[in-house]
């Protein structure tokens, strides 16, 4: 939600933060706008929609030579998408000030009223605003810009990621944070903000994640950081992990499509240095908990919103089927407010791409209010998730910049497998030989995930064909279920039209009904030697709703030929162990989404009424 820059350098400002912005835009693109302070002149440029329109209006009035500016892409909250209401805010009657927010501002109507009983005049309907006039008031006053900076921080309520620049100190960024990201990047001459390290990568690699409530002062020799009551931070670098064309679309049609074709990578990028060759999982990252206050864990618990949840329920069979750990299931922001039963012996398991997401923070804090340990599975360095949680496990799969999401989903779910065998070994739940035959699949998957790739025109023809479907339906059973849930989120987000995924049993309890001549149904299939022998149920499914009407397209274990007679199309995807099939079947709906998507003229990356990272509750 927002996407925030800042610079202090010899560069040129506008084009570090307009390619800063260019990064960040999956996070919102509601409107964008840039300040800057050239000759001791403050200077803003904004407009509503896309990127692009700010970089117009840049061109058409361009902005002066400057060595400071902030910039802002945004997701509307407080206020409609408008020219008015994009960031930059103006503060003060003189409008010398200008600042730029990621978050809400929970209390901004008491001190709006209060500013509004002083006669101050308010330019937009944001919630924003209010921060900008109360600062220039307190700088007027003091005529200390970090302590009038710091006495607003410590009144406003709720998320936020400030950043300020002023007229009278051209020299400075001030910039805070609570509830909402904020990276440092350090250069040699120069340094930048960014809400994550995509803003700057192309210049730098040296950051640093700043903590809750902390306020940095920016300049282009010096960064130091202090905490809301004014006590200087210590802080430590660490090291951006991948490169600036890891975020470009590298002459992909999207960045969607990109990112379908990187899960190979992400995957194998996620598995190295943790599945020796032998099949045996080391994972280091949950050295936090010894092998005793494993054996102690007598529930799990995950929690994550939208596609990360479905990774959750894959891990969930995996965990309970190789570690015999229980494990539910709950949507972060379900779980917060339920009165949930956690204890200590309870793991609780965030997952999330950004690390960002405010439900599932608010979750593991509560969760650890109430004495649980909290693991993470994560791609992003440096984010909240990681630093709050007591262990992380990374996924590798670089930076996700398509709204919705892919190989996050498939490393989040590579991830809760190594967990779960992790888990199984220090609780002794299967057999050395049956874990390490599981460890050496897990190995194979990025092979198997490739074979599914060079096969993918299938399914994207099938998706191009479908442009003008009404409603897709999916089915699925075990890990099948998220995955057929999945399926219908990337053809809700994406394209827009009605989808849902069942678990093929529940059919027949009710949603049958739904199906009539010509329903598109896509049927997750699983393999026929699954030992649960759920094969030969899917099929009695496929062929009821066959019997009244529906169009099926299956997704199958290669050699799997009893489909073939029951389905108009059939994708065969490798053979794998039943529950890193979830892996390989979830591909072909990616790119079946992508192509329905495309073949309606939508933009994909950048679906209506969606950010990336939902930094809000
Ligand atoms: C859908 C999608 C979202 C995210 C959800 C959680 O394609 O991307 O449903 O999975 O908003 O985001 P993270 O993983 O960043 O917590």
Redesign the pocket.
């Known amino acids: 939600m927002c996407g925030i820059v800042g610079y202090v350098g010899p560069k040129a400002t506008v084009d570090v933060l307009i390619g800063g912005l260019r990064r960040l835009e999956y996070r919102g693109y509601d409107s964008a706008g840039v300040a800057v302070v050239a000759d001791g002149q403050l200077e803003t440029r904004k407009k509503a929609g896309k990127l692009v329109n700010l970089e117009h209006e840049i061109a058409e009035h361009p902005l002066p030579k400057a060595h400071i500016g902030i910039g802002h892409t945004r997701w509307a909250t407080h206020g409609a998408p408008t020219d008015g209401n994009a960031h930059p805010h103006l503060g003060g009657p003189a409008q010398k000030l200008a600042l730029i927010h990621n978050g809400i501002i929970e209390n901004f109507a008491e001190l709006k009223a209060e500013l509004l009983a002083e006669g101050t005049n308010f330019a937009s309907e944001t919630d924003t605003e209010v921060a900008a006039h109360l600062i220039a008031r307190a700088f007027e006053q003091s005529g200390d810009l970090k302590a009038a900076f710091a006495s607003v921080m410590n009144r406003l309520h709720g998320a936020f990621t400030i950043l300020v620049v002023h007229q009278d100190q051209p020299d400075v960024v001030l910039a805070a944070r609570r509830n909402a990201p904020l990276v440092i990047g350090l250069g040699d001459g120069e340094n930048f903000l960014g809400s994550d390290v995509a803003a700057f990568v192309e210049h730098t690699k040296r950051a640093v994640s700043v903590g809750q409530d902390e306020i940095v002062v920016l300049k282009a020799d010096s960064v130091e950081v202090f905490g809301f009551d004014g006590t200087p931070v210590n802080f430590t670098e660490f090291e951006v992990n991948w490169d600036a064309s890891a975020a470009s679309k590298g002459g992909w049609p999207s960045f969607m499509a990109k990112e379908i074709a990187d899960q190979p990578q992400a995957i194998a990028d996620t598995l190295m240095g943790r599945v020796r060759a032998d099949g045996r999982v080391v994972l280091d990252d949950i050295q936090q908990m010894s092998t005793e206050q494993i054996r102690e864990i007598d529930r799990i618990i995950i929690v ?6 479905y990774a959750g329920d894959v891990a969930k069979y995996a965990i309970e089927k190789w570690a015999r750990i229980p494990v539910q299931v709950e949507l972060s922001h379900e779980f917060r407010y339920r009165n949930p039963i956690v204890t200590q012996n309870t793991l609780v398991l965030a ?7 405010m439900d ?1 923070l608010m979750a593991i804090r509560y969760a650890q209010e109430l004495g649980a340990k909290v693991f993470a599975i994560c ?1 992003t360095q440096g984010a909240t998730l990681a630093r709050e949680s007591d262990a992380v496990i990374y996924t590798h799969a670089g930076p996700e910049v398509a ?3 892919t190989k ?2 498939t490393s989040q779910i590579v991830a809760g497998y190594m967990l779960a065998l992790a888990l199984a070994e220090a609780r002794g739940a299967m057999t050395e030989d049956a874990r390490l035959a599981l460890g050496r699949e897990l190995l194979q998957l990025p092979a198997s995930v490739s074979e599914v790739l060079a096969n993918i025109d299938q399914a994207s023809a099938l998706g191009t064909a479908h442009a003008n479907a009404k409603s897709v339906l999916f089915l699925g059973r075990n890990v099948g279920y998220p995955i057929a849930m999945e399926g219908a ?2 053809l809700k ?1 994406i394209a827009y039209i009605h989808a849902e995924g069942f678990a093929a049993g529940e059919l027949k309890h009710g949603p049958i009904a739904l199906i009539e001549e010509g329903q598109p149904v896509i049927v997750i299939v699983p393999s026929p030697n699954d030992v649960d022998s759920l094969h030969p149920k899917v099929v009695s499914n496929i062929q009821e709703i066959r019997a009244r009407g529906a169009k099926v397209i299956a997704i199958a274990e290669a050699g799997d030929e009893t489909v073939s007679q029951y389905a108009e199309s059939v994708i065969f995807v490798p053979k794998t162990d039943s529950i890193m099939a979830a892996v390989l079947d979830v591909i072909p709906l990616q790119a079946f989404a992508l192509a329905l998507s495309t073949a309606k003229g939508l933009d994909v990356d950048q679906p209506r009424n969606l950010a ?3 930094t809000v509750e």
């Open positions: 994550a919103c939208g596609t990360a949840s997952i999330s791409q950004s690390g960002e997401t599932t791609n709204v919705a999401s996050a989903l989120l990337k987000e990336k990272s939902v």
